[in-house]
């Protein structure tokens, strides 16, 4: 699952918590962990709030 795979491996490289990527994204830790365990499909929102979080595109962090 390239999203959860790239979200995982974004935050391990800036050495973040969940909860430090929630509350910078302003989105629940349960959805960011769920998103990066690649259980649920992710609301255009999140997607959104995680890709400004971490200065990517949508599409770079989809890929």
């Known amino acids: 699952m390239p999203l959860a795979?790239?979200?995982l491996r974004l935050?391990?490289?800036d050495g973040k918590t969940i909860e430090e990527i929630a509350d910078g994204a302003k989105l629940p830790p349960a959805?960011?962990?769920s998103i990066e365990e690649g259980r649920r499909s992710?609301?255009?929102k999140a997607l959104k709030a995680?890709?400004?979080y971490f200065?990517?595109?949508v599409e770079t962090l989809t890929r």
């Open 55 to 57: 200065g990517v595109s």
């Open 11 to 13: 935050r391990v490289t």
């Open 50 to 52: 995680l890709a400004a």
């Open 31 to 33: 959805l960011v962990a």
């Open 5 to 7: 795979d790239n979200l």
């Open 42 to 44: 992710v609301p255009v």
